[in-house]
C-alpha cells in the first residue's frame, strides 16, 4: 500500500456537493469499492469523526483518504479530498479544492442545483479543476437526471456531455466513476528537483501525536526526520512521523512525494502555528514563493460566553484553549459585562461553527454556558477622526461621538423554486437587502442575488428562509466589504437597570419595532418573581417600549404538616437547583434564553 | 410533647387522596388499635412529660369504635390536663352523635370535619362519602355535644369551581358553630386517582386570593398557608420545628436531629408496631426546614439561625417590604409565596 508512485498514476479530487446530496455516502462507497476498509469496519459516513457531524449529517472537518485502485492492469492512488459542507467553512473548502486536480461535481437526480453548490463549483473553476458531474440518488422514484443535467449545464455552463449517474446508496455507477476519475482528473505536474513546497489544507489535534498538518505536496518531497519551516510563521520544526491518511488505519511513510497528500507530525501541541493555507517549506532551501492564497480564517461572527456559575470561568478559558488546539479559526479574548460577569467575546466563521463550538464547550467541558445574540464587527467613525472596530454593541460609542457607522454587506445567492420567491423578496427587503440579480433558470427554478447587511442574517435568517419555502430554497453567502449604515444601539432596561449582555444594534428605522418585539419576548422568557419586573427598551436614555412581568402570586404547596417536611424540603432543594441555571441580575433571575430571546423575535 | 396517632382506614377513597389510607382491611382494625395500644403504652412509660398536644388525623378516625380509644386514652390520661389540646379528624358521615359524645367525654376537645364543599356535585365529583346536609348535621351534633373548638376543611382549584361556588361554600361554613377552617389548593398527588388526571385542576391562580378574602371578610386571621382562624396547638408545633411522638401505621416522627418512620403497610405494623427506620437532617436541612415551615405561617424566622449571606438577602426582602422583622425575627406578611420566598433567601 506504500509503494512509491511517480506523478502520473496519482489523481487528487474532491467532491462538491449541497448537504444531503449524498456526498458522505458516496465518498464511503468510493473507499467501499476500493477497498480501503473492509465490510466489517464499514460504519455510516467514516469520514465524518466528530459525533456533532455524524449526529446533524454535515462535516466540519475536513478529512481525506489515499486509496488504490486498479484499472487495465495499472495502480492508481486516487486521494479523496473531503471538503466541509457548510458556509461558515468556505475557506476550508477553497483550500481543499486547491489541492486537488479534479472534482466530483455531485447534483441530487431529483432536488437539482443548490446554492452551496455553485458557490463550490466557482471555487473549483477559479482553480482550474477538471469537473466530472455526477448525478447522484438515480435509484430514487422521482429522479431526473436529464432535467437535473440540463439545470447544471444553464445554471453554471459546465459542459454535460461527459457525466456519470450514480446511486451511492446501491453502488450503481462506482465503478464507471471511479474509471472516469482516472480518465478525466489530469495527474499533478510537480516539480519533483525543486525545494519543497506543500500545502496545509487541512489541521487538527491528536490526543497521542499532537498537532498535525494534512498536507498537498506541489513541488519536491517532504521526508521524516527533514527539518521544515512553516512560511506563514517562520517556524522551524522537525518531522517526527509521516502518514498517508485514512479514516481508519492511517499507513506510515518515509516520505510523501510529489503530487501526493500526507500527514504531518512535528510533535506540536497546538494548530495555532499550523493555519490553514499556509505554506510547508524545506528550512534549509525554502521555495522563493509560497503558495499564494493565504488568509487566516477571519471570524465574522462575534458573540459574549460566559459561564453561568461566576467561579468556572477558569474552566471556560481551559476549555476554550483546548478547542482552539483544534479549531485555528476559533479566536476569543476576556471581557467582563455588568450583567454577565466575567466571560469571553468569541469570534466565530458563522452561526454553525457558533452553534458547534457552544455544543461542544457544553458537552465535551460539561460547562452550563448562555451565550449572547451573535453580532457582526462595526467600524466606527468617532467624530474626533479615530476609527474604532466594535464587536460588542454594549461598547458602541454615545451617538453624540459617532460621525459614521459602517456595517459588512454579503453577497447573498439564493435558489429557489419560483412559487417562493415573491415571500423571498419580501423577507430580503425586510431585511435591507438590494436586489443584484434575478433569472429564471428554466420554467421553475429562480436564481436571486442580493446584496444584504450581514447583521440581518446572522441571527434568523437562515431559519426564516427555509421556513417560507417549506425547505425548498437553497442559501449561500460571501463578504463584500463595509458600507455605510443609519445604526442606533438599543439597550434592554431589566427592573431599570441596562443589561449590556442584551444590547443589539439596529437600523434606526425599525429601531422601536423591534424594541416593542424585544421586549415581548423578554416578558415570555423571564419568569414570574416575587417582584413586578419592568422591561424596557432604549435608545441613549430614550425610553421606546416597555412592558411588565407580573410580580409572582403564589408559589407554595398547600399542605405541610409532620409527615411531609422532608417530601417539602427534598422539592424545594429540586426548585434550587432549577433556579441555579439562572443568572441573578441584580434581584431578578433571568433564564439562560433571555440572552438569545433576539433571535426569536419576529420582525 | 407532641404526639400523632395515625388511623389510616376510610369508608371510601377519595380522588384526590394519596395517604396512607385503606378502605377495604377494616377486618384488621381490632389488631391494628391493639398494636397502636401498645406502641403507646411502651413509648409512654418512661414518660413525666406533660403531654401538650395530641392530634388524631387519618385515614378517617371517625371509622373507629369509642371503644379503642377509651384503652389508648386510660393510658395518655396522666399525661394530660385542662392546657392540653386534643384535635380528632372526623368525617360527616361517620361522626354520629353518639361517637361525637363519646369522643368529648374522653377529653377531646378539638374536632376537625372533612367536608371538602357543601356542594352535592363537587362531592360526588371527590368521590366523597358524605352529602352537604350530612356536614351540616354533624357540625351541629358535635356543637350540641360540647365541642367549642371546631374545624372544617375545604379544597377548592378544580375544574367545577368557580368565584361563586367557593363564595356558597364559605358562606355555608360560616353559617355554623365553627372557630378554625383549613382551605386546601388541589394538588395532584402522585398515588391519588387525579394524579393522571391534570385536567380536574383548575389552575385558577385567582380563587387562592379570593379565598383568603373572603375568609378575612368573616373575621378569621390567616395564621399558615391553608389555616384560619384559632390556632391549632398541634400543627404550630410542626411548623415550630418541634420534636414529636408519631404512632401508627406510615407516620413520622422528629427527635433532635431525626425523622423515624414505621411501618406503613397496615399487616406489617401489625405484626411490628416498634420498627422504625431513621433519617438523619444535617445542619443545612434543619436550616432549610425551619426557613420555609417559619416562612409558610404565624411562626417566623430567627435571624441568627441564618448564615450572614442569608441574612443580607432576608434584609433585602424587609427592605422591599415582602417581609417585616421584629424582635429578631423576620415575618412573612404573604404565606401563598413562602417557597419563593424561601428560595429567594437560599439562593448565593
Not at chain 2, 380509644?69 to 393510658?75: H, M, R, T
Not at chain 2, 380528632?88 to 369522643?103: D, G, V, Y
Request: with cysteine; net charge neutral.
Amino acid at each position: 500500500m506504500s509503494q512509491k508512485s511517480s506523478q502520473e498514476n496519482i489523481r487528487n479530487f474532491s467532491i462538491i456537493a449541497h448537504i444531503d446530496h449524498g456526498k458522505s455516502t458516496l465518498a464511503d462507497r468510493i473507499i467501499q469499492e476500493c477497498g480501503a476498509v473492509s465490510e466489517r469496519k464499514m460504519s455510516d459516513q467514516l469520514l465524518d469523526t466528530m459525533d456533532i457531524e455524524k449526529e446533524r449529517g454535515i462535516t466540519i472537518k475536513a478529512q481525506s483518504v489515499r486509496l488504490i485502485y486498479e484499472k487495465d492492469g495499472k495502480e492508481y492512488i486516487l486521494n479523496l479530498i473531503d471538503t466541509p459542507g457548510h458556509v461558515d467553512f468556505s475557506y476550508e473548502v477553497s483550500r481543499s479544492l486547491a489541492s486537488s486536480e479534479g472534482a466530483l461535481l455531485v447534483v441530487d437526480a431529483s432536488q437539482g442545483v443548490e446554492a452551496q453548490t455553485m458557490a463550490n463549483v466557482y471555487i473549483a473553476i477559479e482553480n482550474d479543476l477538471e469537473l466530472i458531474p455526477v448525478i447522484n440518488k438515480i435509484d430514487l422514484p422521482n429522479a431526473d437526471p436529464d432535467r437535473v443535467l440540463t439545470e447544471i449545464e444553464e445554471t453554471i455552463g459546465l459542459d454535460c456531455t461527459d457525466h456519470v449517474l450514480v446511486s451511492a446508496k446501491t453502488g450503481v455507477g462506482i465503478k464507471e466513476l471511479l474509471d472516469k476519475i482516472v480518465d478525466r482528473i489530469p495527474a499533478p505536474k510537480g516539480d519533483e528537483n525543486a525545494p519543497t513546497k506543500a500545502l496545509i489544507y487541512d489541521s487538527w489535534f491528536d490526543n497521542y501525536l499532537g498537532a498535525l498538518a494534512l498536507v498537498r505536496v506541489f513541488d519536491g518531497s517532504i521526508k521524516k526526520g527533514q527539518t521544515i519551516q512553516i512560511m506563514g510563521t517562520k517556524e522551524e520544526h522537525q518531522v517526527l512521523d509521516l502518514m498517508y491518511p485514512h479514516p481508519i488505519n492511517p499507513q506510515k511513510t518515509e516520505s510523501i512525494n510529489t503530487g501526493e497528500i500526507g500527514i504531518v507530525v512535528m510533535g506540536l501541541k497546538s494548530v495555532e502555528g499550523l493555519k490553514v493555507g499556509d505554506t510547508i517549506t524545506d528550512a534549509k532551501n525554502p521555495t522563493p514563493t509560497p503558495i499564494p492564497g493565504f488568509e487566516p480564517a477571519k471570524p465574522f461572527v462575534f458573540a459574549g460566553l460566559y459561564p453561568i456559575e461566576t467561579d468556572k470561568f477558569e474552566d471556560l478559558r481551559d476549555a476554550l484553549n483546548k478547542l482552539k488546539l483544534n479549531d485555528a479559526a476559533l479566536t476569543f479574548e476576556p471581557e467582563s459585562s455588568l450583567a454577565l460577569g466575567s466571560g469571553f467575546r468569541v469570534g466565530f466563521l458563522g452561526m454553525l461553527h457558533m452553534e458547534v463550538v457552544k455544543e461542544r464547550l457544553e458537552r465535551e467541558f460539561n460547562l452550563d454556558l448562555i451565550a449572547t445574540a451573535p453580532t457582526v464587527i462595526y467600524k466606527v467613525l468617532k467624530t474626533d477622526g479615530e476609527e474604532i472596530i466594535v464587536q460588542n454593541p454594549s461598547e458602541l460609542p454615545d451617538p453624540s461621538k459617532i460621525d459614521k457607522i459602517f456595517e459588512p454587506y454579503v453577497k447573498a445567492t439564493i435558489l429557489t423554486p419560483n412559487e417562493y420567491v415573491g415571500n423571498l423578496m419580501k423577507l430580503l427587503n425586510e431585511r435591507r437587502g438590494i436586489q443584484v440579480r434575478m433569472d429564471y433558470l428554466n420554467e421553475n427554478r429562480v436564481l436571486l442575488e442580493y446584496d444584504v447587511p450581514m447583521n440581518e442574517i446572522v441571527m434568523d435568517f437562515y431559519d426564516k428562509l427555509k421556513s417560507i419555502t417549506r425547505g425548498y430554497a437553497s442559501f449561500d453567502y460571501e463578504p463584500i466589504g463595509f458600507r455605510e449604515g443609519d445604526l442606533v444601539k438599543l439597550d434592554i432596561r431589566v427592573a431599570g437597570e441596562v443589561v449590556d449582555a442584551l444590547s443589539i444594534i439596529v437600523p434606526r428605522e425599525k429601531a422601536r419595532q423591534r424594541g416593542l418585539a424585544f421586549v415581548n419576548q423578554l416578558k415570555e422568557l423571564i419568569p414570574r418573581q416575587l417582584f413586578e419586573v419592568a422591561i424596557q427598551a432604549s435608545i441613549g436614555n430614550t425610553i421606546i417600549a416597555r412592558t411588565n412581568v407580573r410580580a409572582m402570586g403564589k408559589n407554595v404547596t398547600a399542605k405541610c404538616y409532620g409527615g411531609d417536611i422532608t417530601r417539602k424540603r427534598k422539592l424545594l432543594e429540586k426548585q434550587k437547583a432549577g433556579k441555579k441555571r439562572m443568572k441573578a441580575i441584580g434581584k431578578v433571575q433571568v433564564p439562560q434564553e433571555a440572552f438569545m430571546a433576539v433571535l426569536k423575535i419576529d420582525r | 410533647m407532641h404526639i400523632y396517632i395515625h388511623i389510616p382506614y376510610c369508608d371510601s377513597k377519595c380522588f384526590y387522596c394519596a395517604f396512607n389510607s385503606y378502605t377495604n382491611l377494616h377486618f384488621t382494625i381490632p389488631s391494628y388499635m391493639k398494636s397502636l395500644t401498645k406502641v403507646i403504652t411502651k413509648a409512654l412509660q418512661k414518660n413525666k412529660q406533660k403531654i401538650a398536644t395530641i392530634f388524631i388525623g387519618g385515614g378517617t378516625p371517625s371509622v373507629i369504635k369509642p371503644q379503642y380509644y377509651e384503652e389508648i386514652f386510660a393510658f395518655l390520661k396522666p399525661f394530660i390536663n385542662n392546657e392540653s389540646e386534643i384535635s380528632i379528624e372526623a368525617n360527616p358521615n361517620s361522626a354520629t352523635l353518639p361517637w361525637l359524645r363519646a369522643m368529648r367525654s374522653l377529653g377531646v376537645n378539638r374536632i376537625s370535619f372533612g367536608v371538602q364543599s357543601f356542594s352535592d356535585e363537587k362531592l360526588r365529583y371527590l368521590n366523597r362519602a358524605h352529602k352537604a346536609k350530612d356536614a351540616i348535621k354533624a357540625i351541629e351534633n358535635a356543637y350540641k355535644v360540647g365541642f367549642n373548638n371546631i374545624s372544617l376543611d375545604l379544597l377548592y382549584d378544580l375544574a367545577i369551581d368557580s368565584k361563586e361556588l367557593l363564595e356558597q361554600d364559605l358562606r355555608l361554613a360560616f353559617s355554623l358553630p365553627i372557630t378554625h377552617i383549613s382551605t386546601y389548593e388541589l394538588t395532584l398527588e402522585e398515588g391519588s386517582r387525579f394524579f393522571s388526571m391534570p385536567k380536574v385542576k383548575a389552575q385558577k391562580e385567582e380563587l387562592n386570593f379570593f379565598i383568603k378574602e373572603t375568609i378575612k371578610s368573616y373575621g378569621l386571621k390567616q395564621y399558615e398557608v391553608s389555616n384560619y382562624g384559632k390556632i391549632c396547638k398541634h400543627n404550630l408545633a410542626y411548623w415550630e420545628h418541634k420534636e414529636y411522638l408519631g404512632f401508627g401505621a406510615g407516620v413520622v416522627g422528629f427527635r433532635k436531629n431525626y425523622r423515624y418512620y414505621s411501618h406503613k403497610n397496615i399487616q406489617n405494623f401489625i405484626n411490628d408496631p416498634f420498627f422504625c427506620e431513621k433519617e438523619v437532617l444535617s445542619k443545612e436541612d434543619i436550616l432549610l426546614e425551619k426557613l420555609f415551615l417559619g416562612l409558610r405561617s404565624i411562626v417566623g424566622v430567627e435571624q441568627k439561625i441564618l448564615p450572614l449571606n442569608m441574612q443580607e438577602r432576608a434584609n433585602l426582602l424587609v427592605k422591599e417590604k415582602k417581609l417585616s422583622f421584629t424582635n429578631g425575627k423576620y415575618f412573612n406578611e404573604d404565606y401563598f409565596l413562602a417557597d419563593e420566598l424561601a428560595l429567594f433567601i437560599m439562593q448565593n
